[in-house]
Nanobody
């Protein structure tokens, strides 16, 4: 596991959480990587949440996000974030970050990514 996702927890509906994703080993760098966030709810397939291209800062979001989530990174480009606002119970899932050092035409599919984190659990209560 080359990536470390953190920041999950229990939050009430309407609340916010910020997830973080960074390299889990000092010998591994995500500098130059495009980053994606995915989530998997119990009994459901993993789905695309958001992605960010390292070179252009272009962002992509899943249709369900509807302006509630924002993907970003710090100035050092060593940590990536997923700011989640207006959370709903249906956002409850394990959230995974992933990265690739290669330029992929489509960042919304799992196959675009070469490295994954272990996931962080987000639970939204009603």
């Amino acid at each position: 596991v080359q990536l470390q996702a953190s920041g999950g927890g229990l939050v009430q509906a309407g609340g916010s959480l910020r997830l973080s994703c960074a390299a889990s080993k000092r010998t591994f760098s995500i500098s130059g990587h495009d980053i994606g966030w995915f989530r998997q709810a119990p009994g459901k397939k993993r789905e695309f949440v958001a992605a960010l291209r390292w070179r252009s800062d272009r962002t992509y979001y899943g249709d369900f996000v509807k302006g509630r989530f924002t993907i970003s990174r710090d100035r050092a480009k060593t940590t990536y974030y997923l700011q989640m606002n207006s959370l709903k119970p249906e956002d409850t899932a394990i959230y995974y970050c992933a990265s690739t050092p290669y330029v992929r035409s489509d960042l919304q599919g799992e196959s675009a990514y070469d490295y994954w984190g272990q996931g962080t659990l987000v639970t939204v209560s009603s």
